[in-house]
T-cell receptor
Framework: EPEVTQTPSHQVTQMGQEVILRCVPI?????FYWYRQILGQKVEFLVS????????KSEIFDDQFSVERPDGSNFTLKIRSTKLEDSAMYFC???????????FGPGTRLTVT | KQEVTQIPAALSVPEGENLVLNCSFT??????LQWFRQDPGKGLTSLLL?????REQTSGRLNASLDKSSGRSTLYIAASQPGDSATYLC?????????????FGSGTQLTVLP
């Protein structure tokens, strides 16, 4: 069964460093998302991406964040200058259309020290 | 702003019991509602998706119902097994052209004792 994959599974970085989290959505999906979950808290929406552009973003997704779909398969989230409070599990998700389930990847655990 | 609440926060049951997990949401103008399972340190696995026009969905031992007018959904698990132990999350998507994201509840942590 097709699945969303994410790399790395765990990333440790120092405050102020740039990180890129990578995702490969399911191949025939058209809508792509990033969510995050800080330990012990709810899963929160960051950004949605459709037709090669951001369709919606939350207040969390400030200028330090960017997303890119550099080719037909990868979808990346970049954090330019990480802060301690960026430590969280970051989930990539994709869906094929409007009325179908959203499928999540296994997540990347980001630890900022 | 849509708020999603799940009760109880944690539940422990002996194997074989039938159980119900609850989800409530404040804005009844939803597009759909999705139930997920999350194992510790893992991603989210989609269990059931209910469209706003539907009343329930079933998959194996799982049955999810939706009552939009009262802002509630339930996930019924029949004949629970230790392998069902996980956190169960519900998430709603608003009926809005611009709102494509899901709003999540905080989850119910289920433990099924052998």
């Amino acid at each position: 069964e097709p699945e969303v994959t994410q790399t790395p599974s765990h990333q440790v970085t120092q405050m102020g460093q740039e990180v890129i989290l990578r995702c490969v959505p399911i191949s025939n999906h058209l809508y792509f998302y990033w969510y995050r979950q800080i330990l012990g808290q709810k899963v929160e929406f960051l950004v949605s991406f459709y037709n090669n552009e951001i369709s919606e973003k939350s207040e969390i997704f400030d200028d330090q964040f960017s997303v890119e779909r550099p080719d037909g398969s990868n979808f990346t989230l970049k954090i330019r200058s990480t802060k301690l409070e960026d430590s969280a599990m970051y989930f990539c998700a994709s869906r094929q259309g409007a009325e179908v389930p959203l499928f999540f990847g296994p997540g990347t655990r980001l630890t900022v020290t | 702003k849509q708020e999603v609440t799940q009760i109880p926060a944690a539940l422990s049951v002996p194997e074989g019991e039938n159980l119900v997990l609850n989800c409530s949401f404040t804005d009844s103008a939803i597009y759909n509602l999705q139930w997920f399972r999350q194992d510790p340190g893992k991603g989210l696995t989609s269990l059931l998706l209910i469209q706003s026009s539907q009343r329930e969905q079933t998959s194996g031992r799982l049955n999810a119902s939706l009552d939009k007018s009262s802002g509630r959904s339930t996930l019924y698990i029949a004949a629970s097994q230790p392998g069902d132990s996980a956190t169960y999350l519900c998430a709603v998507r608003l009926f809005s052209g611009s709102a494509r994201q899901l709003t999540f509840g905080s989850g119910t942590q289920l433990t099924v004792l052998p």
